[in-house]
């Protein structure tokens, strides 16, 4: 009887947790469509999101792109086929690897930077003084984290699969001694005209996801410094887990639309 | 005015006492509990303009609820708030924002904003808030900080600052856009006597040279008893000085003590004084 009630309890918890969330979404995307506009936030939030994302995604995406091609390269000897491996890299650096790992890179840079930053916020009574001060702090907060992840996601994720097929040309070039123009023809090859659309509007929904995590986390935080502790790792969990999630229902839902 | 003790501590204010000219709060029969919790079981209580309210009480007695509860950033399960005349506990946060020009509030521990500097903690409402000139808004902010004497600190960041420093920035940032009402949060706990008079004084100051009426909420007896019994006054060369007040203006300053989410007591500082009731003894002591 107990182990229902807990169940109940839980459940109900977490359907609290949706509403929560989609409420704020709501109020966010509200507040995206009327003024007033905190500009300088949001240009502050592309610099601190894109630009300071920019070296952990560049070397993610460079021994990404790397280390598959070594590892394509022992496969494909198998078959003779050691020239397709552009055609690998590509591929799954521009549909993949690079919305998913870029992502991943995001959610633990970003997404806890966001939670811990509106988190002290919150337990230190500095969300209440804006609303005291007359400031709504989804218009101040919220919004310009939402608009830089969703803005700058797709750019980083273009420079991630760019630096991922350089250093898969690298490996080609130097390691698996495939000639440089072979590697190049056969980037372009291995790609369906629609796959360069499939990685740029997977990481549009992808950086929505983990600011507006980071945003709902960071803003329901209590409990003074630990409650902060808890609401980063909870956020960074939170944005990893949907990172894959939305990485899969997008891909299902652009293959049936685009392909 | 004679201190009485009340049982429910509600009285019926309601609309015709919003309307009063000189009333610029009014708490009507509010109600608000979290869960199982009762916080406020029925509080009444006006404040007139440019008088000063201290609400005693003990932790967890609600005291910072009700200041909460003012600026709308909680809604109560029952009862009425208003506010320079108008209803605020059922107007939306978009009305309420307009309201909150009329009133700064004091956090406790200041809750200023870490990543802005001095100035711009100060100004913020200025900055964000308004289209007021730059120019205009950064001779405001350092007015405003010259009066807490605090101008050779305008550029520092908030963690440079010692706590009480912190607690006089807080009061600047709540004035500098020249509300009428402000509400003090425990700005004194944890400070030092000295401090804490040095805090108390900015509030003195502000209700009788800018005549801002105020709501102090406090467990400090010791401050609570300076705001009440002292006044300020401006000297024939401008500066102002806090003294003891006279007995009318030590009226105009009145306590309310809440006790389990009731208030058991309302008086002026005399009243609370001599008062016999056991509780307040107890606490007072």
């Known amino acids: 009887m107990s182990l229902l009630k807990l169940l109940v309890d839980w459940l109900k918890a977490a359907v609290l947790e949706v509403q929560e969330y989609a409420r704020l979404q709501i109020a966010t995307v509200r507040a995206i469509l009327t003024p007033p506009y905190y500009t300088h936030d949001i240009v502050e939030q592309l610099d601190a999101i894109g630009a300071g994302s920019l070296t952990v995604v560049l070397l993610t995406g460079f021994f990404t792109g790397a280390v598959l091609a070594l590892q394509t390269g022992l496969t494909l000897d198998q078959f003779g086929a050691r020239p397709f491996v552009g055609r690998l890299v590509s591929a799954s650096m521009i549909k993949e690897l690079g919305p998913v790992l870029t992502g991943l890179m995001l959610a633990g840079r970003v997404g806890s930077g966001i939670a811990a930053e509106l988190g002290s916020m919150m337990v230190t009574d500095q969300i209440a003084a804006l609303r005291a001060l007359g400031t709504d702090p989804i218009r101040k907060l919220v919004v310009p984290r939402v608009i830089a992840g969703v803005v700058m996601a797709p750019l980083l994720t273009v420079i991630a699969d760019t630096v991922g097929i350089i250093g898969g040309w690298l490996i080609a070039v130097l390691q698996l001694r495939v000639a440089s123009s072979v590697y190049w023809s056969s980037v372009l090859e291995g790609l369906y005209p629609q796959d360069p659309w499939m990685g740029l509007i997977k990481p549009l929904f992808i950086g929505f996801a983990i600011v507006s995590i980071g945003c709902y986390v960071g803003l329901r935080t209590k409990g003074g410094t630990q409650g902060v502790g808890r609401a980063t790792t909870s956020a960074v969990v939170v944005a990893s887990v949907a990172v894959i999630a939305v990485d899969f229902f997008a891909t299902r839902v652009l293959i049936s639309i685009l392909y | ?285």
């Open chain 2, 1 to 285: 005015m004679a201190g009485n003790l009340t049982s429910s501590g509600s009285e019926q204010v309601g609309a015709a006492v919003a309307e009063r000219d000189d009333a610029v709060v009014v708490f009507d029969n509010v109600h608000l509990a979290f869960d199982e919790k009762v916080i406020l079981n029925g509080v009444s209580f006006t404040l007139d303009r440019g008088h000063t309210k201290i609400i005693l009480g003990a932790s967890g007695s609600g005291k910072s609820t009700i200041l909460k509860l003012l600026l709308g950033l909680l809604k109560p399960d029952a009862g009425e708030i208003w506010i320079n005349g108008e209803r605020t506990d059922t107007m939306p946060e978009s009305g309420l924002m307009k309201v909150r020009a009329d009133l700064g509030m004091v956090f406790q521990e200041g809750a200023l904003f870490d990543s802005l500097s001095v100035a711009e903690n100060v100004g913020y409402r200025l900055y964000e808030e308004t289209k007021m000139p730059l120019s205009d808004v950064r001779a405001r902010v350092e007015e405003v900080l010259g009066f807490i004497g605090l101008h050779e600190f305008i550029d520092r960041q908030p963690s440079e600052l010692s706590g009480g420093q912190r607690r006089r920035v807080a009061i600047a940032r709540a004035m500098a856009f020249k509300p009428k009402i402000l509400l003090y949060d425990e700005a004194t706990t944890g400070l030092d006597p000295i401090t804490a008079t040095t805090v108390d004084e900015e509030v003195v100051k502000l209700r009788d040279v800018e005549n801002v009426s105020s709501i102090v909420v406090t467990h400090q007896l010791r401050d609570a008893f300076f705001v009440a019994t002292h006044e300020a006054v401006r000297d024939g060369d401008g500066r102002v000085r806090v003294v003891p007040a006279d007995e009318q203006k030590c009226d105009e300053a009145e306590f309310i003590m809440l006790r389990e989410g009731v208030i058991s007591f309302e008086g002026n500082a005399h009243d609370l004084r001599t008062s016999q009731d056991r509780y307040l003894r107890t606490f007072l002591s």
